[in-house]
């Protein structure tokens, strides 16, 4: 009933730039939270930033003064912009949502993942 589907990862130098962006669709009523994971392969996937319906944001320290995460309500859209980043960044980046849809309770759904590489 309801799909997330991320775009804009790929190969970007060290110190390089990247957009991501997440569009939520389906029988959706409202969304709560959007937010952004990680996860390096042999790791545990890791929380990237978070945004509110308030506006309020959370950045993991790695990311902090180089991501910024907004969003487009109407689109019903998340986006990570990724600035100055690092090989250390490089990971599948997953889009998640906080959605209350026409039939079900708010429940947490997840996109199927965008790589983005950085080389050194």
């Known amino acids: 009933q309801v799909q997330l589907v991320e775009s804009g990862g790929g190969l970007v130098q060290a110190g390089g730039s990247l957009r991501l962006s997440c569009a939520a669709s389906?029988?959706?009523?409202?969304?709560?939270?959007m937010g952004w994971y990680r996860q390096a392969p042999g790791k545990q996937r890791d929380l990237v930033a978070t945004l509110t319906s308030g506006g309020s944001t959370n950045y993991a320290d790695s990311v902090k003064g180089r991501f910024t995460i907004s969003r487009d309500i109407a689109k019903n859209t998340v986006y990570l912009q990724m600035n100055s980043l690092k090989p250390e960044d490089t990971a599948v980046y997953y889009c998640?949502?906080?959605?209350?849809?026409?039939?079900?309770?708010?429940?947490?759904?997840w996109g199927q993942g965008t790589q983005v590489t950085v080389s050194s």
């Open positions: 998640n949502a906080d959605i209350r849809t026409w039939d079900l309770p708010v429940r947490k759904y």
């Open positions: 389906g029988r959706i009523f409202s969304i709560n939270a």
